[in-house]
């Protein structure tokens, strides 16, 4: 059985431990568990807003026709932009695919515009071997609503010729950046080209409806 002098020696071999210490050490774990509640509420805002922005976007009525309406612009400005002698029917001096082509992209006043102005770019390939391509750089939807549309586009234009008369070989005689504003038109669900015209005059292209 222990003495009085055992359990003595016991107790003050125990430290004592300081007035208030539990309290300090309990309010450090509170101020932990603070911090760790804010940190997660504030992931919690961080999650709540990401779904409420991705379901709003994904929800908007207007997302799928704004993705039609950039595709067309951006369809009839590569379309009306794009050719050459390899266009050329058997009466060598008009483009009938061109024609077709850049028609189906219309609406009926605007086809009936183009048709009038096309033989000058038909000359320009007839006549000198004229070719004309296009690379698209932007699209953006300037104005939308359920059957109308403004989209601004930007591009760049390449004129090539044949380097001789005789020859296959065609040489790039220049290059002009442009960009132009497509005005669209909904018809039987299907977004039609209605005018489109330069916000920046490019030397080697009009909005008359066809490209020089």
């Known amino acids: 059985m222990p003495t009085s002098l055992e359990k ?3 107790a003050e071999a125990t430290p004592a431990q300081p ?3 539990g309290d300090d050490s ?3 774990v509170a101020r932990q568990w603070g911090v760790l509640g804010l940190l997660v509420a504030i992931l919690l805002a961080s999650f709540g807003y990401l779904g409420w922005h991705y379901s709003h976007r994904d929800s908007d009525p207007l997302g799928p026709s704004r993705d039609s309406a950039m595709a067309a612009a951006d369809k009839f400005v590569t379309t009306v932009n794009t050719y050459g002698p390899d266009l050329l029917g058997k009466d060598g001096k008009t483009m009938p695919s061109y024609r077709t082509t850049v028609g189906h992209l219309l609406t009926t006043k605007f086809k009936t515009e183009f048709l009038q102005n096309v033989a000058f770019a038909e000359a320009t390939v007839s006549a000198q071997g004229a070719g004309r391509s296009c690379e698209i750089y932007a699209t953006g939807v300037a ?3 359920d059957d109308t549309a403004t989209v601004l586009v930007s591009g760049g234009l390449t004129l090539t010729y044949p380097k001789s008369k005789k020859s ?3 040489v790039v005689a220049g290059q002009q950046q ?3 504003e497509v005005t669209l038109a909904k018809q039987h669900g299907q977004w039609l080209v209605d005018d489109w015209q330069p916000t920046e005059q490019a030397p080697t292209s009009t909005g008359n409806g066809v490209a020089q």
């Open 168 to 170: 296959t070989k065609r």
């Open 26 to 28: 309990r309010r450090s």
């Open 143 to 145: 104005a939308i609503d």
């Open 178 to 180: 442009f960009r132009v």
């Open 19 to 21: 007035a208030g210490a």
């Open 8 to 10: 003595s020696s016991a």
